[in-house]
């Protein structure tokens, strides 16, 4: 009989998952019971009937391997009868999405700090995702912080180490382990929904493509997908072995952090086509030849193009974007007689929707998009839809966008992130500005006329829940915008992230930089919030 053990523990208090689950230094994670906590009161607040299977994987950073045998041993000692996962504990976070649902295991654990740093005194994660394969909601994540302030004890399961780079199914006293090939379901998944012979065909023409796996999670599923399953040449990939440190970077893909790739397409005989992806694979960033595509664009150009897509041909149920992300979607819904939900930051919002189909795809400006094939984002699908919809068009990157503009008006868009601020002088910003709610509205500042702020609260139209607190928001009576909102997924300090969009529906303004087109409104964003005065940053750590 596999004994199992009950450990005396007590609760650490600061345990509350973020945008999307707990995110610390490795560090935090290291000392004795700290993982055990959380992970028990994961397995308190779900209920485990008889015969549960659990997904679990990683994005391969530093402490990943670890954490891995622990879970596996107190998954086994609360009820689970199999684990299924990862070879090498690797599972990006949408594969690991598209195994819970294919294989309908009770959820999954995936082990990820998504972009932030990875090594031994950078970040680790951990995040529970439910049945449907997306993220657990508010409900449950709240119920695990409670647990996690209440912990006693929990349960493990005395067995050696698992071989977890062996693929199979090892059987032991009254449960199994079974070790699955990463990338082969999802690579599957993806063909079934996109035409690779087109996709095929337009390599053979010659068009060139540099995706960079940024020395994360994606660098196995590219490989495959794009060298072994779409005959790409090799040299078409970069950074793409995953590396327990992810080569040192930051692997968030946007002009900052993906500068390597950046450079390579606006150089002399630059690629056709880049893309980037993030640590965990959930995220993209799509460019063209001497080319950035805004998220917020590329949400509205795949939603416009969609029936190009063999998964799409029968058109969209709906779309669904974050409050923070721009407007361009709303406007290609209009034209298509579809619903557009605006919804929290963070995937879990989405969820819901998907599942009552109320939405096909949905998106995030912070480059995540994704739609119903999973209940996550998916960078690997976004680059797919992107080269299925260029093979289709015959079209170049920019011409497809600036197409799109020309026929839909430009949602003008940028986001300026003030990344580790104190976390005093951040709430120290958005309390200044909550005191200015009564006296903004019909103040005038040169052309834009502030029409109403507020503090976004969104209404689950599925199940009714109510998530306050959700991101300031000004509104101008031209239609443009400017949000302020504090990241939930930073480990140091404060990141303080202000978005800002204009709408242009002059063809003749549309080639212009989006910082020249909205320097009048960083100006105003940053007069109403004194951000300069009250952090002591002149200028934002990153740009997009
Ligand atoms: C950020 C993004 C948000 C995204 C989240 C998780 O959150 O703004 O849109 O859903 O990261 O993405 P925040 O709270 O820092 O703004 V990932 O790729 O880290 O799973
Ligand atoms: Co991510």
Redesign the pocket.
């Known amino acids: 009989m596999t004994e199992i053990f009950t450990v005396k523990t007590q609760a650490f208090l600061d345990q509350k998952p973020?945008?999307?689950g707990l995110r610390k230094k490795v560090k935090v994670f290291q000392p004795p019971h700290y993982l055990e906590n959380f992970v028990q009161s994961i397995f308190d607040s779900v209920t485990i009937p008889p015969n549960s299977t659990l997904t679990l994987g990683g994005d391969g950073r530093f402490y990943n391997r670890v954490a891995i045998q622990v879970i596996i041993k107190m998954a086994v000692a609360n009820g689970f009868t199999k684990v299924i996962v990862g070879q090498g504990g690797i599972l990006s976070?949408p594969a690991a999405s598209h195994i819970i649902r294919k294989y309908q295991t009770l959820g999954g654990i995936i082990l990820s700090a998504?972009?932030n740093p990875a090594g031994p005194d950078e970040d680790f994660g951990i995040k529970y995702n439910t049945a449907n394969g997306g993220p657990a909601p508010e409900k449950i994540t709240e119920a695990i912080f409670a647990k996690s302030k209440t912990i006693s004890d929990y349960k493990v399961a005395d067995f050696s180490d698992v071989n977890i780079d062996q693929l199979g199914e090892t059987n032991f006293d009254g449960f199994s382990v079974q070790v699955i090939d990463p990338v082969a379901d999802y690579a599957d998944l993806m063909m079934s929904m996109f035409d690779f012979n087109a996709i095929k065909a337009l390599f053979e023409t010659g068009f060139s493509m540099k995706f960079d796996a940024m020395h994360a999670v994606t660098g196995p599923y590219a490989k495959e997908i794009f060298v072994n399953r779409l005959t790409a040449p090799e040299n078409s990939l970069m950074n793409c072995e995953v590396s327990e440190t992810f080569g040192g970077g930051h692997p968030d893909p946007n002009l900052t952090y993906a500068h390597e790739l950046v450079e390579q397409l606006y150089q002399a005989n630059a690629p056709d086509f880049g893309a980037a992806s993030?640590g965990?694979g959930?995220?993209n960033m799509i460019l063209g030849n001497h080319f950035f595509v805004t998220p917020s664009d590329s949400l509205a150009i795949i939603a416009a193009n969609a029936k190009l897509i063999p998964a799409y041909q029968q058109g969209l149920a709906g779309v669904a974007r974050?409050m923070p992300t721009s407007g361009a979607v709303d406007r290609v819904a209009k034209k298509l007689n579809i619903p557009c939900y605006e919804t929290p930051?963070?995937?879990k919002f989405f969820g819901n929707l998907m599942d009552a189909d109320k939405v096909t795809l949905c998106g995030?400006?912070?480059f995540?998009t994704g739609s119903n094939h999973v209940r996550e984002k998916d960078g690997l699908w976004a680059v797919l839809c992107w080269l299925n919809i260029i093979a289709a068009k015959k079209m170049s990157t920019e011409a497809i966008v600036k197409a799109h503009w020309a026929e839909y008006g430009r949602n003008v868009y940028s986001r300026h992130d003030y990344e580790a601020i104190p976390t005093e002088a951040a709430s120290g910003v958005l309390q200044h500005i909550k005191a200015q709610f009564d006296s903004l509205p019909n103040q005038t500042f040169g052309k834009y006329t502030v029409k109403t702020c507020d503090d976004f609260s969104y209404t689950d139209p599925i199940d009714g829940s109510i998530s306050t607190g959700q991101g300031i928001r000004i509104l101008f009576a031209c239609g443009s915008r400017i949000v302020f909102?504090l990241?939930?997924?930073?480990t140091e300090g404060a990141?303080l992230?202000i978005y800002l969009e204009a709408y242009e529906p002059d063809v003749s303004k549309h080639h212009l930089d989006a910082q020249v087109a909205l320097a009048e409104m960083i100006e105003i964003a940053l007069k109403i919030s004194q951000l300069k005065q009250r952090t002591g940053c002149d200028k934002p750590t990153v740009i997009t």
Do not use: F, K, P, V
């Open positions: 973020g945008t999307s976070t998504s972009h993030d965990d959930d995220r974050s930051t963070g995937w995030e400006e912070s995540g909102r990241s939930g997924t930073g990141t992230r």
